[in-house]
């Protein structure tokens, strides 16, 4: 050993350290003369007069990589004891393997130098504080990483140009194999091709992931470990999806799909991480390499589907209800998607979103899907039209041709480059070799039409490639007809409507128009064509319910004259419908009655009065009459759900005598007249705009005192707090909604 003169009994009385390490599993295990010469060190160290005692192996890094110091327990052991002075010498094979990145090798000689610690190999021993010994390890350090820098990207290399070829044996994902030529063949395991082809048709059916995960509920699912052996568990999402993404399905070899990267973490670590590149950036695509479970085609619209289904992309995808234009729909006043809201299952598109980020404008409005699915969905079917296809089949007829024309002269062109080359390479052959000068010059030529050929060959191959096939114009043309059949089909589902919906129209945008009877719709095709549509607004649900004009028409001819019920039949056998696409019935006629303020039947026959009559001549409640007519006191006929009374002298005479009779109804009686803060419960009602069978609900639960006055009529002293007390209980009562709506108008008389 050279320069062992170095060695110092300072050294000496100090620690030899003999770091030993290799950088992965693999090598441990198969480079063993390595690891036993790093071991034979401790030899060499004795015999340069370490006492056994002070020699120290430090071997925590066996596996682990030289690259970075971080995670190397060893390397920093190392460190630690050259800073504390405690190493006399640190005895590595190659000064290069103590760290193999220059900035942890540079600290280490560094902190060598400072406590005067000798480095020693198998060549030499270097003293750190001799400037020839710094710059010789500097150098061997340098080369040392030049060598791993060029050994590394000759395999890096010899990698990339076997996976353009498509030779690089990558891992294959389950149900697929190698055969005993290497190729990659479907798994014959007929369990494990179940599973998968289950899968890509699970997700053709479902459209999601989740769906897939849904269908391989309580089966298994085939998994390929790293080292290639095949186990089965149950089918998670991430699986579902990373199966969807693996293009080897669909018998294309791919290199480059992930991509790692060395990171900084925050606490200063140095990790790897990997990444999955977009399908644009794989550096090896090569398509029908081997037998696949799905097409290429099918590849790349589950992509896009999965893409679609992303909403943290922003995306919308189709989801269930019949809101046609859910998640392409955009609210024209402030630019932002519009929600669907269902109101009492109605849908409605409301730009709620505007309003929850502040910046709603005038423009915002909310428009029910009723008024714009119709009109787009006719504007879709009119797109749709045998005479729009026509347009679009001359239209693709045209750019057919074209392409014929550009790739004829692309073939020309390749053939004109061809026999150039050929001409050329023949004029270098006709050289004699001798002839340097005038060989040179043919050569240059040659390398330039080889140059052009490529070019021109290139050139035609892109623009093969750019064709796009055009669907068989029998099938496209059969397709249209049936599809406006197919569209208002029961059996065709929501969702089916609105990825075909998508398939055409971008998105439709509310415009903010001027008028508020009538809806500007906006629709961007995909082709980049934009159209403006109208549409009527249907404003409200009750609206969207309204009766025909030809309904409110027919009730307000015979309506006089005709008993509901009559009048239901006569409206059902003239083919009407309710606004709700019902038949109509005795109660159906009397809601449009009471909405069109159509009063009901002149019914009574001479000597008839109605229960109402009754009760305000005898001054009683219109209860009590009505229990009078059951207990046979008073002789009533019904008629279109009323009771007309029989209302003679005589029957007149004897409820007199009945009333007079009755202690129950003067019981409580009070015959002071009424002062002028007390009102009629009829006169409550009509100045709160409810019902007067609300009042006199109130009135016996006690929620609004009132006193029995003479001939059994009831007073409610009827104060401004009692007011108030009555609004809010209007207020809050859901079963008042639509007496409320009628508070805003005078009630018809009688008409209730
Ligand atoms: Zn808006």
């Known amino acids: 050993m050279r320069g062992h003169t170095k060695i110092t009994p300072s050294h000496l009385s100090r620690r030899a350290l003999i770091y030993v390490r290799q950088s992965t599993l693999a090598q441990v295990r198969n480079n063993t003369e390595s690891t036993a010469r790093q071991y034979g060190l401790s030899e060499l160290a004795a015999r340069l007069g370490w006492a056994a005692a002070g020699i120290e192996v430090i071997d925590t890094d066996l596996g682990l990589s030289g690259q970075l110091a971080e995670g190397r327990a060893g390397f920093k052991e190392v460190v630690g004891r050259v800073c504390l002075g405690e190493a006399g010498a640190i005895f590595g094979l ?3 393997r103590l760290a193999r990145s220059s900035a942890d090798l540079a600290k280490l000689l560094e902190l060598a130098r400072l406590t005067d610690t000798l480095v020693i190999d ?53 149900g697929l194999v190698r055969d005993d030529e290497g190729a990659i063949a479907i798994d014959p395991d007929q369990e494990v091709q179940a599973a998968i082809g289950d899968l890509f048709t699970a997700f053709t059916a479902t459209g999601s992931a989740y769906g897939v995960v849904g269908a391989f509920a309580g089966r298994r699912f085939p998994r390929r470990s790293q080292a290639g052996e095949l186990t089965w568990a149950p089918l998670t999402y991430d699986r579902v999806l990373k199966a969807l993404a693996n293009p080897a399905y669909a018998g294309a070899y791919v290199f480059g799909r992930r991509r790692s990267r060395r990171v900084v973490a925050a606490d200063g670590r140095i990790t790897r991480r990997s990444s999955t590149m977009p399908r644009a950036e794989w550096e090896t695509t090569l398509l029908g390499q081997h037998p696949g ?15 679609a289904n992303n909403t943290n992309t922003g995306a919308r ?33 409301e730009c709620s979103r505007g309003r929850a980020d502040h910046v709603a404008t005038p423009g915002c409005r909310s428009v029910t899907a009723a008024t714009v699915d119709p009109a787009v969905a006719s504007c879709l079917l ?7 296809v026509e347009l679009a089949l001359a239209a693709a007829g045209e750019v057919a041709e074209r392409r014929t024309r550009t790739v004829r002269a692309s073939e020309l062109a390749v053939d004109r480059a061809r026999y150039q080359a050929g001409r050329a390479e023949r004029a270098l052959l006709a050289c004699e070799p001798e002839n340097r000068l005038v060989a040179r010059t043919f050569e240059a030529r040659l390398e330039a039409k080889l140059q052009e050929l490529a070019e021109a060959e290139a050139a035609l191959a892109t623009i093969i490639a750019a064709k796009v096939p055009l669907p068989p114009r029998a099938e496209l043309e059969a397709a249209v007809t049936t599809l406006g059949t197919l569209w208002s089909a029961p059996t065709t589902a929501d969702r089916d409507r609105k990825r075909l919906l998508r398939t055409l129209i971008a998105d439709v945008t509310i415009l903010p128009g001027s008028d508020t009877a009538t809806v500007r719709i906006g629709v961007r095709w995909r082709s980049g064509a934009s159209e403006e549509l109208f549409a009527e607004r249907v404003s409200n649900i009750c609206a969207a319910r309204r009766s025909t004009p030809e309904v409110v028409d027919l009730v307000r001819r015979l309506g006089p004259v005709t008993d509901n019920a009559t009048l239901a039949q006569q409206l059902n056998s003239a083919g009407h419908r309710t ?23 002149e019914l009574l026959a001479p000597g008839e009065v109605t229960v109402g009559d009754v009760s305000q001549r005898l001054g009683i409640s219109r209860s009590t009459v009505t229990s009078w007519i059951g207990t046979g006191l008073l002789t009533a006929r019904r008629a279109a759900g009323r009771y007309l009374v029989a209302f003679t002298p005589q029957a007149e005479a004897a409820c007199r005598q009945h009333i007079a009779a009755s202690a129950q109804i003067h019981q409580q009686a ?22 007067r069978d609300a009042v006199y609900n109130w009135v016996s639960c006690g929620h609004l005192p009132a006193r029995h006055g003479a001939g059994g009529r009831r007073y409610i002293r009827f104060t401004t707090d009692v007011e108030a007390a009555c609004r809010q209980r209007i207020a809050l009562s859901p079963q008042l909604p639509h007496v409320k709506a009628q508070a805003l108008q005078p009630a018809p008389g009688g008409a209730l």
């Open 94 to 96: 190659e000064v290069s």
């Open 579 to 601: 606004g709700t696409g019902r038949i109509f019935d005795a109660d159906a006629v009397r809601l449009v009655r009471r909405s069109y303020q159509i009063p009901p039947a």
């Open 317 to 349: 995808p189709v989801r269930e209800g019949a809101a046609l234009c859910q998640g392409i729909i955009y609210c024209g006043g402030c630019g932002r998607p519009m929600n669907v809201h269902y109101v009492r299952g109605r849908p409605s598109y």
């Open 293 to 307: 479970y799905i097409t290429w085609d099918q590849y790349l619209a589950n992509e896009a589907k999965l893409a």
């Open 122 to 174: 198998a060549d030499g021993i270097y003293d750190l504080s001799d400037i020839n010994d710094r710059m010789l390890l500097g150098l061997k350090n340098q080369m040392a990483e030049a060598e791993l820098h060029i050994l590394g990207s000759r395999m890096d290399m010899a990698k990339r140009s076997a996976a353009a070829r498509g030779e690089l044996r990558l891992q294959l994902p389950a």
């Open 670 to 691: 009070d015959a002071t007249p009424p002062a002028p803060d007390e009102l009629s419960p009829a006169a409550v009602a009509a100045r709160l705009g409810i019902s």
């Open 382 to 388: 009119a797109a749709l039209s045998g005479q729009e």
